[in-house]
C-alpha cells in the first residue's frame, strides 16, 4: 500500500495514526543498592555514671545516638565486636555484658571467669580466626592482654611488652594494633610465642601532643579508625598502618556532638549498619497472562529479602513493554499500564496478533523500588509474558524496544510533527511537471 492510500484508509473512530510510538528512552533499571553505612560505637569516661556510650554515624559523620547501657561506673568501655554483639565492659570492674550492635541495648549482664585484673580494663578486639575476644589491661605499669570466649571465660592472661598504658585494641585481619595511652603511639602487637611485643608505628599527620585512645576496623570499606583527645577535644582519624599516616575524619567535639572536655574516647568499636534489601530474586507474580481479553491484570512483585528482617515494601517506578501501546491487532486500548508509585501494577492482558502483524508475544518490563524503612533499598525490573498463543508461540520474545505503557496516546500535534515531512514531499511530487 502506498502512503497516500495508506493515510486516506478508513479507520474505526479512535483510531490514530501513530508512526513512531511513545518510545521510552531512560536507561531500564538494573539491580542496585543503596546502604545506610556503618557505625563506631564510642567510649566516654567521666562523663556520667553510669557511663554513656556513643554511635557515630559513619554515613552521616555525626553522633546520632547516645546511649546509656547502665554498667555501674563512669567508664563503660571494651566496645568488641563479632557482628552481631557488641560487648561492652567498664574499667575497674568484672563487668562482661552483650549489647545489641545497633542500638546498644543490653540483654546480658555476666562477669569474667576467672576474674581478671579490676584495674584500668580498657578497650576490646574481635578475632576472627578463633572466635576469641582480646582485652587490653594495664595496672601498676604491667601491660597485660586477656583472652577470653564469647561468654566471658578467660583462656589466657598475656604480657604485652615494650607499651605504656596499653588502651586502643583492634584486629585487622590477624594483625593486632593497639594504641599507648602513656606513650601517646600506636603500633603493631605481633605474638612471639609467649607474649605479645609491642611496635610503636609512627603516624604522619597527627599533632604531637594528642592522646591516643580507641581504635575500631570498618571492614565493609577496610578503613582503620583511630580515636584521640588533646585534653579538650576529641578527634577521629584513618589510620594506614603501612603508610605510617593519619588522616582526620571529624573533630567528633566541634563537628559530631561528642562532648567536650578532658574526655577520653579511650574504647572504640565497629558496627555493620543496615543491611539494603536484597532484589536479585524478584519476580513478577503472576508472570505469564492469559487469555490476552484486554483486561487489565494486577501483578504483584516478590522475591525481595531483607538479612536484617525489615519488612520491604514495594514502589513502581516505571512500566514498559516491547510493542507499541495502541497498534495493529491489539484491540484499539490504551494505556496498557497503571500503577506507578503504588505497590502493586495493573497490565493489560493483550498482544499484537494479527495476519498483518502477528508478532510474538508481548513482553511487561516493570522497574521498582524495594525499601526496608531504615535507610536501605535495592532496585531492579521483572517481566511477564503475554504470549501470542498457546502453542508454538506460547513463549514471549522480547523486540528490545520499549513503550510507555502508561501513555494513553502522543498527542495529535506530535503525530502531525511526523507526518508533515512525507506528506509535504507526496504533495510536492503530485504538483511537480516531470509527473
Not at 59 to 81: E, H, K, R, S
Not at 180 to 205: E, H, K, M, Q, R
Request: aromatic content about 10%; hydrophobic content about 35%; proline content about 7%.
Amino acid at each position: 500500500m502506498s502512503l497516500t492510500r495508506f493515510l486516506n484508509a478508513k479507520r474505526p473512530a479512535g483510531i490514530s495514526i501513530a508512526l513512531a510510538p511513545c518510545l521510552f528512552f531512560g536507561g531500564l533499571f538494573s539491580a542496585s543498592e543503596t546502604n545506610a553505612g556503618g557505625f563506631l560505637w564510642i567510649s566516654s569516661e567521666h562523663v556520667s555514671d553510669p557511663a554513656p556510650i556513643h554511635r557515630y554515624n559513619l554515613a552521616t559523620g555525626t553522633i546520632d545516638l547516645v546511649t546509656v547501657p547502665g554498667i555501674p561506673g563512669d567508664v563503660t568501655n571494651n566496645l568488641a565486636t563479632d557482628g552481631s554483639t557488641l560487648y561492652l565492659g567498664t574499667d575497674d570492674a568484672q563487668d562482661f555484658v552483650k549489647a545489641d550492635p545497633l542500638t546498644g541495648a543490653p540483654f546480658f549482664f555476666g562477669a569474667y571467669a576467672p576474674p581478671t585484673n579490676p584495674i584500668s580494663m580498657e578497650d576490646g578486639a574481635f578475632r576472627a580466626a578463633n572466635g576469641h575476644l582480646y582485652r587490653a589491661n594495664y595496672a601498676n605499669v604491667l601491660e597485660r592482654m586477656y583472652e577470653t570466649d564469647t561468654a566471658g571465660n578467660v583462656l589466657a592472661a598475656f604480657q604485652v611488652n615494650n607499651t605504656y598504658y596499653l588502651g586502643g585494641l583492634e584486629f585487622v585481619g590477624d594483625q593486632l594494633y593497639g594504641t599507648s595511652l602513656g606513650a601517646g603511639t600506636f603500633g603493631a602487637i605481633d605474638f612471639n610465642g609467649v607474649s605479645w611485643d609491642y611496635t610503636p608505628i609512627a603516624l604522619a599527620g597527627i599533632p604531637s601532643g594528642h592522646i591516643y585512645g580507641g581504635l575500631a576496623y570498618d571492614q565493609q570499606s577496610g578503613v582503620l579508625y583511630l580515636a584521640t583527645t588533646t585534653g579538650s577535644e576529641a578527634f577521629l582519624w584513618s589510620v594506614d598502618p603501612v603508610a605510617g599516616t593519619g588522616i582526620l575524619v571529624k573533630n567528633l567535639t566541634s563537628d559530631a556532638g561528642y562532648p567536650a572536655g578532658f574526655i577520653l574516647p579511650d574504647a572504640m568499636g565497629w558496627v555493620l549498619g543496615n543491611q539494603p534489601p536484597d532484589c536479585s530474586d524478584a519476580a513478577a507474580d503472576p508472570g505469564r497472562l492469559w487469555p490476552p481479553d484486554h483486561k487489565f491484570e494486577d501483578v504483584s512483585i516478590t522475591g525481595a529479602t531483607d538479612e536484617d528482617g525489615d519488612p520491604i515494601s514495594i514502589t513502581v517506578d516505571s512500566i514498559l513493554q516491547d510493542e507499541p501501546v495502541n497498534t495493529v491487532g491489539d484491540g484499539n486500548t490504551a494505556p496498557d499500564g497503571t500503577g506507578v508509585g503504588t505497590d502493586t501494577a495493573s497490565v493489560r492482558a493483550e498482544r499484537s496478533g494479527t495476519r498483518k502483524l502477528p508478532g510474538d508475544g508481548r513482553v511487561y518490563t516493570i522497574g521498582f523500588t524495594a525499601e526496608d524503612g531504615q535507610g536501605g533499598a535495592c532496585g531492579g525490573s521483572v517481566t511477564l509474558c503475554v504470549p501470542h498463543d498457546q502453542g508454538a508461540g506460547d513463549a514471549c520474545v522480547d523486540s528490545g524496544a520499549y513503550f510507555d505503557s502508561t501513555a494513553v496516546a502522543c498527542g495529535i500535534g506530535f503525530e502531525l510533527a511526523l507526518l508533515l515531512p512525507p506528506l509535504l514531499w507526496l504533495y510536492r511530487r503530485r504538483r511537480s511537471p516531470t509527473r
